[in-house]
């Protein structure tokens, strides 16, 4: 399996590069975030006439994340359990939920595409929103992880924190002043990996961003982030065989800030093929 995850920045504006990339880098799986639509905008066909199933969710022009898939996608779940909701100026526990994830089980592997809030400013009701966003994915992992201890589960997506200092090349991200570097962000991230995660992606891609702000150059300069992750079980992990931050993909017409993250899969009943080892 091919699992890919990409912030399109809206699919909309950005199907025809999303699908000829997906097509051309032969992924089996595609998680978006930031897909700015609702399922009745979403650009199905394009998908569709590339041979993908797709789910999506979306409850206005923010937010949003969807699933493609060549193989069927099935046990499909718009939200984690317990995931907080926001609305400004709404106090209390039962704010509305945002369309910030989808679940989805596909050839075995439980997907989730994930788009953890921006957080916005260290003294904003959003930074909290975004930090009690996180402990209730760590909470839901770590259950799923103790009754499942041999499933292969990927939480993938914008995660919108850069863990280490080396992820963070834009000099206007700084901490104290901003989020994404804060101690309480990278302790949220932390969490999710002692609850039984790996970042998939760094033994083999030691090094690079995946969004670039459009503002300030910041792509020539590669003053970038590394905010974009797959995160995957134990089972999922010991599975990766190869990976790739598809630099390129910030490049061109309309790019998304965002570029996409792919491994290669070998799991069990994976027939043999001759796709080349991608480092």
Same mark, same amino acid.
Request: proline content about 6%; overall charge negative.
């Given at each position: 399996m091919r699992l890919a995850t990409w912030n399109v920045n809206s699919i909309r504006a950005?199907?025809?590069?999303?699908?000829?990339?997906?097509?051309?880098?032969?992924?089996?799986?595609?998680?978006?975030q930031e897909i700015k639509c609702k399922p009745e905008q979403f650009p199905y066909e394009a998908f569709e006439e590339a041979g993908y199933h797709v789910e999506?969710?979306?409850?206005?022009?923010?937010?949003?994340?969807?699933? %493609?898939?060549?193989?069927?996608?099935?046990?499909?779940?718009?939200?984690?359990?317990?995931?907080?909701?926001?609305?400004?100026?709404?106090e209390g526990p039962d704010a509305p939920?945002? %369309?910030?994830? =989808?679940?989805?089980?596909?050839?075995?592997?439980?997907?989730w595409s994930l788009y953890v809030p921006n957080g916005r400013g260290l003294d904003d009701p959003h930074f909290t929103y975004k930090l009690h966003w996180l402990e209730a994915l760590r909470a839901y992992t770590q259950r799923t992880l103790a009754a499942q201890p041999d499933?292969?589960?990927?939480?993938?997506?914008?995660?919108?924190?850069?863990?280490? @200092?080396?992820?963070?090349? @834009?000099?206007?991200?700084?901490?104290?002043?901003?989020?994404?570097?804060?101690?309480?962000?990278?302790?949220?991230?932390?969490? =999710?990996? @002692?609850?039984? =995660?790996?970042?998939?992606?760094?033994?083999l891609v030691p090094t690079g961003y995946t969004y670039w702000d459009?503002?300030?150059?910041?792509?020539?300069?590669?003053?970038?982030?590394?905010i974009d992750f797959i995160l995957g079980s134990s089972a999922l992990a010991d599975a990766v065989v190869a990976a790739e931050i598809h630099r390129n993909e910030r490049k061109g017409e309309i790019p998304s800030d965002h570029v996409p993250v792919?491994? @290669?899969?070998? =799991?069990?009943g994976d027939a043999d093929d001759d796709r080349p080892m991608i480092f």
């Open positions: 950005r199907v025809v590069r999303t699908v000829d990339f997906a097509v051309r880098e032969n992924i089996d799986v595609l998680a978006m999506a969710h979306g409850l206005n022009q923010w937010n949003g994340v969807a699933i %493609a898939s060549r193989s069927p996608i099935t046990e499909v779940e718009h939200a984690f359990p317990d995931m907080p909701g926001f609305l400004k100026g709404h939920q945002e %369309a910030r994830a =989808l679940g989805a089980t596909i050839d075995g592997v439980k997907v499933l292969p589960l990927a939480l993938v997506g914008d995660f919108n924190i850069a863990p280490t @200092d080396a992820d963070n090349g @834009d000099p206007t991200v700084v901490e104290g002043v901003t989020t994404h570097v804060s101690p309480e962000e990278r302790a949220a991230f932390q969490a =999710l990996l @002692d609850a039984g =995660l790996t970042d998939t992606v760094r033994p459009y503002k300030q150059l910041r792509f020539p300069r590669n003053e970038g982030l590394r792919v491994v @290669d899969l070998e =799991l069990d």
